[in-house]
């Protein structure tokens, strides 16, 4: 296996600022919330719709192009929007006053610390040829 280190950095970079974007948005704006009639659409299920349409064109398609750029960009920023929820929507009630909470903030931290921590030991791994 050969990593692509370019696709690896963009995946990276994008997990780790739109976790930081994520968190000063909605902490600065606690009640700003995307409703769509009448159900309150978390970010977890936008990031899973960025997964899926980044995601698998990084699988199917090889090489690097503007395109394959843009889809880890989206997968990295899709995936930290699922991780920041993850232990929000685990171990609160899902509130707004509940996103602010410590529990919320540093279980997100730590999630997103471990993907990219994950992410820098795939780096490791060089073709076995």
Not at 38 to 62: K, M, R, W
Request: aromatic share 12%.
């Amino acid at each position: 296996m050969q990593i692509n280190n370019r696709r690896l950095i963009l995946i990276l970079i994008s997990l780790v600022s739109t976790f930081i974007i994520l968190r000063l948005y909605l902490h600065n704006f606690p009640n700003s919330n995307f409703d769509v009639a009448g159900y309150n659409i978390h970010h977890l299920f936008t990031g899973i719709v960025l997964i899926v349409i980044a995601g698998l064109p990084l699988i199917l398609f090889s090489g690097n192009n503007r395109l394959l750029d843009l889809a880890s960009i989206t997968f990295g920023a899709g995936l930290s929007m699922v991780l920041d929820e993850w232990i929000y929507l685990i171990t609160t009630d899902g509130s707004d006053s509940s996103y602010l909470l410590p529990i919320s903030f540093w279980g997100g931290a730590v999630v997103i610390g471990l993907t990219a921590c994950y992410l820098v030991l795939l780096s490791f791994i060089r073709d076995s040829k």
